[in-house]
C-alpha cells in the first residue's frame, strides 16, 4: 500500500492550494481517509477526515468553512481543497487511510495505518 501526497508550495495568505494524493495498491472505496498537518516545532495535528461511504466528512475547527476533503474513486486519489489560507496553515500535510466500512469517521491519527509521505505548504502573510 502507497500514499503518494502532493499539490504542496508557496502561496499567500487569501490564497487556495489542492492537495492530492493518490492511493496504490489499495481501494479507495473501502478506505476511511483523513489529512493531518504538522507545523514546524509542533506536533501533528487532525485536519480533516472522511468516512469510507464518503458520506460524511468532518474537520478541525480551524479549517471549517475553509478546507473540503473529497475522493475520486476512479482515481483512486484523494483531495483536500484549501481556500482562503492563512499563514498559521503552514505546515506539512499528511494524508492517510485506513480499512473501514460505513460512516465512521476517525481524527486521531492512531487510527491509521498508511500514511503519505507529506507535501509542505507554506503561505506567506
Known amino acids: 500500500v502507497q500514499l503518494q501526497a502532493s499539490g504542496g508550495g508557496l502561496v499567500r495568505a487569501g490564497g487556495s492550494l489542492r492537495l492530492s494524493c493518490v492511493a496504490s495498491g489499495l481501494t479507495v472505496s473501502s478506505y476511511a481517509m483523513g489529512w493531518f498537518r504538522q507545523a514546524p516545532g509542533k506536533e501533528r495535528e487532525f485536519v480533516a477526515a472522511?468516512?469510507?461511504?464518503?458520506?460524511?466528512?468532518y474537520y478541525t475547527d480551524s479549517v471549517k468553512g475553509r478546507f473540503a476533503i473529497s475522493r475520486d474513486r476512479a482515481k483512486s486519489t484523494m483531495y483536500l481543497q484549501m481556500n482562503t489560507l492563512k499563514p498559521e496553515d503552514t505546515a506539512v500535510y499528511y494524508c492517510a487511510a485506513r480499512p473501514s466500512v460505513g460512516a465512521t469517521l476517525f481524527t486521531s491519527g492512531g487510527n491509521y495505518p498508511y500514511w503519505g509521505q507529506g507535501t509542505l505548504v507554506t503561505v506567506s502573510s
Open positions: 472522511s468516512s469510507q461511504s464518503g458520506g460524511r466528512t
